[in-house]
C-alpha cells in the first residue's frame, strides 16, 4: 500500500519533469510580419528583458548586482530606439492610435524613461541602489495602460 507521503512525492516529480514538456510544448509567439511592427516589437521585448533581469536582480535570485548598470542602461538605450521605432505612424502590433494622437505624452514619457534610467545606471556603477528608486524610474505599466492593447 502506497503512503500518502510517497503518492505526493511522486506527484511532484511527475509535475517536475513535465512541466518543461508543457512550456517547450507551447509555440513562440509570432512576430509581426511588417518589417516596422516586427522591429519596433523587438525593441519593446529588448526593454521588457532588461527590466526582467534588473528583477531577478533586486529580488536577489540571481547574484549579478553589478550587472544592474547595464541593465539600465539597455532600457535607456531601448527607449530611445523605441522613440525612433514609433515615429512612422503605423498602427499595428500592440500600439494603439493613442501613440500618435497624443504623441507629446507619449514621446515625452519615453525620453523621460531613457533620462531616468540612464541616470540611474550612472548611480549603479558607482554603487548599490535602492530597488524603490530602480521602481519608481520604470514607468512601463502606466505607459502600456494607456498606450497599449491588451
Given at each position: 500500500m502506497t503512503s500518502l507521503k510517497q503518492m505526493i512525492g511522486g506527484l511532484t516529480l511527475a509535475a517536475a519533469i513535465a512541466?518543461?514538456?508543457?512550456?517547450?510544448?507551447q509555440p513562440p509567439a509570432e512576430a509581426p510580419k511588417d518589417p516596422v511592427l516586427a522591429y519596433r516589437s523587438a525593441v519593446m521585448k529588448s526593454m521588457g528583458d532588461n527590466s526582467?533581469?534588473?528583477?531577478?536582480?533586486?529580488?536577489?535570485?540571481?547574484?549579478?548586482?553589478?550587472?544592474?548598470a547595464l541593465h539600465l542602461q539597455g532600457i535607456s538605450l531601448g527607449a530611445k530606439a523605441a522613440l525612433k521605432?514609433?515615429?512612422?505612424?503605423?498602427v499595428g502590433g500592440t500600439a494603439k492610435e493613442d501613440v500618435w494622437t497624443n504623441w507629446a505624452d507619449f514621446s515625452a514619457r519615453l525620453t523621460k524613461l531613457a533620462a531616468d534610467t540612464d541616470a540611474l545606471a550612472k548611480k549603479a556603477a558607482a554603487g548599490p541602489l535602492d530597488p524603490k528608486d530602480v521602481m519608481a524610474a520604470l514607468s512601463c505599466k502606466s505607459c502600456h495602460d494607456t498606450y497599449r492593447t491588451k
Amino acid at each position: 500500500m502506497t503512503s500518502l507521503k510517497q503518492m505526493i512525492g511522486g506527484l511532484t516529480l511527475a509535475a517536475a519533469i513535465a512541466l518543461p514538456i508543457a512550456v517547450s510544448a507551447q509555440p513562440p509567439a509570432e512576430a509581426p510580419k511588417d518589417p516596422v511592427l516586427a522591429y519596433r516589437s523587438a525593441v519593446m521585448k529588448s526593454m521588457g528583458d532588461n527590466s526582467a533581469a534588473m528583477g531577478a536582480i533586486l529580488q536577489k535570485k540571481v547574484a549579478y548586482d553589478q550587472n544592474l548598470a547595464l541593465h539600465l542602461q539597455g532600457i535607456s538605450l531601448g527607449a530611445k530606439a523605441a522613440l525612433k521605432a514609433f515615429e512612422p505612424k503605423m498602427v499595428g502590433g500592440t500600439a494603439k492610435e493613442d501613440v500618435w494622437t497624443n504623441w507629446a505624452d507619449f514621446s515625452a514619457r519615453l525620453t523621460k524613461l531613457a533620462a531616468d534610467t540612464d541616470a540611474l545606471a550612472k548611480k549603479a556603477a558607482a554603487g548599490p541602489l535602492d530597488p524603490k528608486d530602480v521602481m519608481a524610474a520604470l514607468s512601463c505599466k502606466s505607459c502600456h495602460d494607456t498606450y497599449r492593447t491588451k
